[in-house]
C-alpha cells in the first residue's frame, strides 16, 4: 500500500493592493495613514503644504497587504514645487486599486472641493468618500453631505470616520479588502514604509517648524538634511556618516546662484551666533534620574550628529525662524532632536541652520535635492 501524503494546504488566497489618499490639504490624509498604520509615519499640522512628497504606508495583516498612498492635497499649482506635488497626486491616480477621497465634516462646500471633483470626474477606479472628523460635528450635519456628494461622483461607499479618535476604521479596512484584488503581497511583512530615515528626519524638523510658524512662511520653508553621522558613544572611536548630494565646500551647501551665495555669508554667521548649536547642551538630558545605571547606560549611548539646513526665501524669513535672539530656532531644534532621539535611540546633536535661497520654490536644483531625500 503506498503511503499515505499529508495533504499540502492550497496557499491561502490573499487581497492586496494600493489605495490612494486624496483629498483637499488639511481634512486628515495624514493624520488617518497614521491611525491605521498604528505608527507615525506622515508628519501631521495645521498648516497647507504639511505634505508635499507622496509616501506609502504599508499594512500587511492576515487578510493580505493594503499599501495605502498619502499624498499632498489636491489645489491649483502655480510654482513648480506645486507642479511637482500635484504630479504626486495625478500619479498615485494611476497606481491606486481603490481611490479614497477624504473631505473635511467641518467645512463648507467650496471652490476647493470643485476642484477636487474635477480632478477625479475623469478617473475609472473604484471610489471611497470617507468624510472625517465627524469627532468634532453634530451628526446631523453628516447626513445632508452625504446627500449632496452622491451624485457628484459615483462613490462605492460614503463612510464617516474620525481619523484622529479612529472612528469607524475597522469598517473602512474591511470595506478596502473587499474591493482590492486577490494577488501575492507586493512587500515583506515588516516593511512599513517606503520613505528614508534621512527623508523621516528632515521632515519631523519641517513638522516642528510648521507649529511654530504663520502666514506664508509654511510656503517658504524647505528642510534638507545636509549630514548624517553615526557615532560611537563619548570617547568612543567609529561610526558612520552619510552625507547629502550636494555640492560641499567648507562645509557649506551650495545649490543657487550668486545672489544667493552673498546671503550665505550673512546666513553662515547667524547659523553659529543665533540658529546655531542648541542641541549641545542639552544633549545629555534624554530624562532626569539620579540612578546611577541609567547615567552609565546613557553614557554608552551612541551619538548622532544631524546638520540640517532650513531653506527659506527672503531674509525676512530668516529672522522670523530665528526669533528673537535666536529663541525660534532653538524650541524648534529641541523639540525635533527630543523626537528624533526616540526614533534613533541614540542621543542627538542637532545642527540646524536657516538659509535664504531666493525662488526656490521655482528653482528645480533644490526641487530635486529636497525630492531626492526621499
Ligand atoms: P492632511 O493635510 O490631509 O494630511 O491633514 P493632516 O493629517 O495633516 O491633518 C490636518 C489637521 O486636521 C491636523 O491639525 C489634524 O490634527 C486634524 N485632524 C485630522 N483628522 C482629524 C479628525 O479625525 N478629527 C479631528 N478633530 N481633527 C483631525
Ligand atoms: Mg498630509
Not at 511637482?84 to 498615485?92: I, Q
Not at 572611536?237 to 551650495?254: H, I, L, N, P, S
Not at 536657516?354 to 520654490?361: A, C, G
Request: glycine share 8%.
Amino acid at each position: 500500500m503506498p503511503r499515505a501524503k499529508k495533504p499540502v494546504p492550497k496557499k491561502k488566497a490573499v487581497r492586496v493592493g494600493y489605495v490612494a489618499l486624496v483629498g483637499r490639504p488639511n481634512v486628515g490624509k495624514s493624520t488617518l495613514l497614521n491611525t491605521l498604520l498604528g505608527q507615525k509615519i506622515a508628519i501631521i499640522s495645521d498648516k497647507p503644504q504639511t505634505t508635499r512628497i507622496s509616501i506609502l504606508g504599508i499594512k500587511t495583516t492576515e487578510k493580505g497587504q493594503i499599501i495605502f498612498i498619502d499624498n499632498p492635497g489636491i489645489h491649483k499649482p502655480l510654482h513648480s514645487l506645486n507642479k511637482r506635488m500635484m504630479r504626486f497626486v495625478y500619479s498615485s491616480l494611476e497606481t491606486a486599486n481603490l481611490i479614497c477621497l477624504l473631505i473635511d465634516a467641518t467645512q463648507r462646500y467650496g471652490h476647493g472641493d470643485e476642484f477636487v471633483l474635477e480632478t477625479l470626474k475623469r478617473v475609472t477606479t473604484p471610489l471611497f468618500l470617507l468624510i472625517n472628523k465627524v469627532d468634532i460635528v453634530r451628526k446631523d450635519t453628516i447626513l445632508p453631505m452625504i446627500d449632496k456628494y452622491k451624485d457628484l461622483l459615483p462613490f462605492k461607499e460614503i463612510i464617516p470616520i474620525s481619523a484622529l479618535k479612529g472612528i469607524n476604521l475597522g469598517v473602512l479596512e474591511e470595506r478596502i479588502y473587499e474591493n482590492l484584488p486577490e494577488a501575492e503581497k507586493l512587500f515583506s511583512d515588516d516593511e512599513i514604509s517606503d520613505q528614508s530615515e534621512r527623508f523621516l528626519l528632515s521632515e519631523i524638523i519641517r513638522e516642528k517648524l510648521l507649529n511654530h510658524v504663520e502666514e506664508e512662511l509654511p510656503f517658504v520653508t524647505a528642510v534638507y538634511i545636509e549630514k548624517i553621522e553615526k557615532r560611537g558613544a563619548e570617547g568612543q572611536a567609529g561610526g558612520e556618516a552619510e552625507e547629502g548630494q550636494g555640492k560641499e565646500g567648507e562645509g557649506e551647501f551650495m545649490i543657487a546662484g550668486e545672489s544667493a551665495a552673498k546671503k550665505e555669508e550673512k546666513v553662515q554667521e547667524a547659523g553659529g551666533a543665533e540658529s546655531g548649536a542648541e542641541a549641545g547642551a542639552e544633549a545629555g538630558a534624554l530624562g532626569e534620574t539620579s540612578e546611577e545605571t541609567e547615567k552609565q547606560r546613557k553614557r554608552y549611548l551612541p551619538i548622532t550628529y544631524i546638520r540640517a539646513s532650513i531653506f527659506v526665501e527672503k531674509d525676512n524669513h530668516r529672522k522670523i525662524i530665528i526669533g528673537r535672539h535666536g529663541s525660534l530656532i532653538k524650541t524648534i531644534g529641541t523639540e525635533a532632536r527630543r523626537e528624533i532621539q526616540d526614533i534613533l535611540e541614540t542621543k542627538v546633536y542637532l545642527d540646524l541652520q536657516v538659509k535664504v535661497r531666493e525662488k526656490w520654490r521655482d528653482s528645480p536644483d533644490v526641487l530635486d535635492l529636497i525630492e531626492g531625500q526621499k
